[in-house]
Each structure stands twice: as structure tokens, then as C-alpha cells.
């Protein structure tokens, strides 16, 4: 007979962590959306022993770092990097800056953009601190209360994306994004991944981030290290 240890494919001796990267949103987050004292407890005490503890999430950098507070781990070497908004950004909170940073062009985020407003549809995209709207919506004033971010509404929405920027979100209702969500796979394959973060929101970044980014391997961890 098989054990559960082999069914899971799961290691049956202690590993030699390195690095402990985790999900804030429905992981690392209790229901009030903070961490528990106990967990704090124990990722302290994790990266006292020189493990890496890397926070990551689709959120923007700024609405990530109340929980790097809260783990008061920061000024550690261990402590030291968070992933933003679904890989896009690796930040140096010792440096301040980004250390790596990927951007959808323009003119995807332009096609998206324009699919959504045939649909009656907004958008909105983000850089550290703010969220940039097609227009006011309950769908991105729950996300900016939620992350804690500034909203601005660009009345030039569509000059606006010509920058290009390294996520964008599609707000509505869970129907409407079940809808559309079919078709922008579509579009978008071998482009950008597309997939609903919540039920009310879908969102995509480019599909390089995923698994075939060389620069996010364990060399790029060895180049920053210090």
C-alpha cells in the first residue's frame, strides 16, 4: 500500500529551505486580512535561521507594504525583497526600487481596452502607489479601499495606456467577466495570460512572467544577494 506522503508526492525528509515566497490574499491573510500574531511569530523566527521570506501578490508594492511591516523583517537581509502585482515587479526595499520589472505594451493594453468599452465594460492599471481608471466604478473604488491605494480617473484613458503598464484589471460583474474572459484567452494567446484573480475582477500580464522568465531563477536570487 502507498502512503498519503507518496500518493501527494510530497518530500518525506526535511528540506534545506532557501527561500519561503507567500501568497497575501486568501494564504498568508486571516479573514480580516491581516496576519496572525502566531504566523508573524513564526516567519521571524524563520528568517532569524537566514531563510529568505518573500511576500507576494497581485497587489501593487505599496498596498504590500503594510504587511512587510507588520512582519518587521524588512531591514534583514532576509527580509529585504516583495513581489508585486502577479510578478511584474521585484522590489529592493533596501535599495527602494525595483530590481526587475516587466510591462504589457501599449497596444495590447490599448485592444483590451477597447474590447471592454464595446462591452460597456471599464479598466484600470497600476503603478506603485495609484490606481489609473477608465472611470469610476464600485468594482475599483472596492479595490483601491481594499488595497489602500490612490484612484485617479484618466479622462484620456486610452493615451494614457500607450506607455505601457504591467497589469490590467477588467472590473464588473461576475457574469459579464465569465463573458469575456473566453475571448481575450483567445486574442491574447502566446501574448498575455489572462485569468480572473476574483470573481468580480479578471486580470492579465504578460506570459513571459510565467515559468520562462530567466531573470526571476535562482541566479537572479544569487545576483542580488549580499
Given amino acids: 500500500t502507498f502512503s498519503i506522503m507518496q500518493i501527494m508526492k510530497l518530500p518525506t525528509e526535511k528540506l534545506n529551505a532557501k527561500i ?16 496572525s500574531p502566531r504566523t508573524i511569530y513564526i516567519l521571524q523566527k524563520v528568517a ?71 462591452r460597456g465594460l471599464p479598466a484600470q492599471v497600476y503603478d ?39 497589469k490590467m484589471v477588467i472590473p464588473a460583474e461576475p457574469s459579464d467577466v465569465a463573458k469575456f474572459l473566453p475571448f481575450l484567452k483567445e486574442q491574447l494567446a502566446g501574448r498575455a495570460d489572462v485569468f480572473i484573480s476574483k470573481p468580480y475582477f479578471f486580470c492579465f500580464v504578460v506570459s513571459k512572467l510565467f515559468g520562462n522568465s530567466k531573470r526571476a531563477d535562482n541566479g537572479f536570487w544569487r545576483q542580488h544577494e549580499r
Wanted: aromatic letters at 8%; charged letters at 25%; hydrophobic letters at 40%.
Fill in 128 to 166: 506603485p502607489s495609484t490606481i489609473y481608471a477608465s472611470e469610476d466604478n464600485a468594482w475599483t473604488q472596492l479595490d483601491a479601499q481594499m488595497c489602500k491605494l490612490r484612484l485617479k480617473i484618466e479622462n484620456n484613458f486610452s493615451k494614457f495606456l500607450e506607455q505601457g503598464h504591467p
Fill in 48 to 118: 532569524s535561521k537566514g531563510i529568505y521570506i518573500v511576500l507576494c501578490s497581485g497587489r501593487a508594492e505599496n498596498a504590500i507594504l503594510p504587511y512587510v511591516r507588520a512582519l518587521d523583517i524588512a531591514g534583514s537581509q532576509q527580509g529585504r525583497y516583495l513581489i508585486g502585482i502577479n510578478g511584474a515587479s521585484i522590489f529592493d526595499l533596501h535599495l527602494r526600487k525595483p530590481i526587475y520589472s516587466e510591462k504589457i505594451s501599449g497596444d495590447i493594453l490599448k485592444f483590451v481596452y477597447e474590447e471592454a468599452k464595446n
Fill in 20 to 35: 519561503i515566497a507567500l501568497d497575501l490574499d486568501d494564504t498568508l491573510l486571516n479573514s480580516s486580512l491581516k496576519i
